[in-house]
């Protein structure tokens, strides 16, 4: 029996058909790619939110220092270095297993893999009178940029976020406690420079709020009455604005 061969046509059709479902399934394994990302991120976030809320409660209330001595230069500490033993279980780990932790999947940035930070906390006010983030609450100096709030001054825990995924544009470092990076101010989502978060969860970010939860949430939402340059909302102690 003469075995049949396919016909030029045949193997065009076939083509075509793989085509058509490639085009199909990309998007959704894309989707699916993004949403396992956003998921991991929100599990970083969740995680340095309990760290700082349980160094709190193990120092009176107190959350961390932002920052205290050469922070720039890698021998300083930050608010991060302080919650180690609650994060990674040491106070000292591993400095990869640091930069892996404090690197978002979805950063793929120029320079992304040189050590960035894609996370901070919220110091919003420190430009202005208010000061009515969680940190740089009052004037500090270089070795110590501020004091921090105490849980007792913050009426609505589950309304002000505490850390959040905050891929800003320029901070490199040989450590991952840059003081650029972590003290997160506004979005400035209109007119990037250097203290403007980058939204890598479809134009959004993970939040981790005072009382421990975090949510999924564009800038819009996070501005409350405010402003993409003055944001309320979330980003302030007081409830309702």
Not at 51 to 71: K, Q, R, S
Not at 132 to 153: F, N
């Amino acid at each position: 029996m003469r075995k049949k061969s396919f016909t030029l046509i045949e193997l065009l059709v076939v083509i075509a058909i793989i085509s058509i479902l490639a085009s199909m399934l990309l998007p959704a394994l894309k989707k699916a790619r993004a949403s396992a990302m956003t998921a991991d991120c929100s599990s970083k976030v969740k995680q340095i939110s309990q760290g700082l809320i349980m160094y709190a409660d193990d120092n009176g209330g107190w959350y961390p220092p932002l920052l205290v001595g050469g922070w720039a230069y890698g021998y300083g500490t930050s608010c991060f270095t302080h919650i180690n033993g609650y994060v990674f279980g040491k106070e000292d780990p591993d400095l990869k297993a640091a930069y892996d932790f404090y690197s978002c999947a979805a950063d793929v940035s120029e320079g992304s893999q040189n050590n960035r930070c894609c996370y901070g906390v919220n110091a919003h006010g420190y430009y202005s009178s208010s000061r009515d983030g969680i940190w740089l609450t009052s004037a500090g100096d270089s070795y110590e940029w501020g004091p921090p709030s105490k849980t007792t001054q913050i009426p609505d825990s589950s309304g002000t976020f505490l850390s959040a995924c905050y891929a800003n544009t320029i901070s490199y470092t040989t450590k991952y406690d840059y003081y650029l990076h972590l003290g997160m101010q506004a979005p400035y989502h209109e007119s990037l420079d250097h203290w403007d978060m980058g939204f890598l969860h479809n134009k959004a970010t993970n939040w981790g709020f005072c009382d421990g939860h975090v949510e999924w949430m564009p800038w819009q939402q996070s501005v409350g009455t405010g402003t993409a340059a003055r944001p309320k909302g979330i980003w302030t102690k007081t409830a309702g604005d």
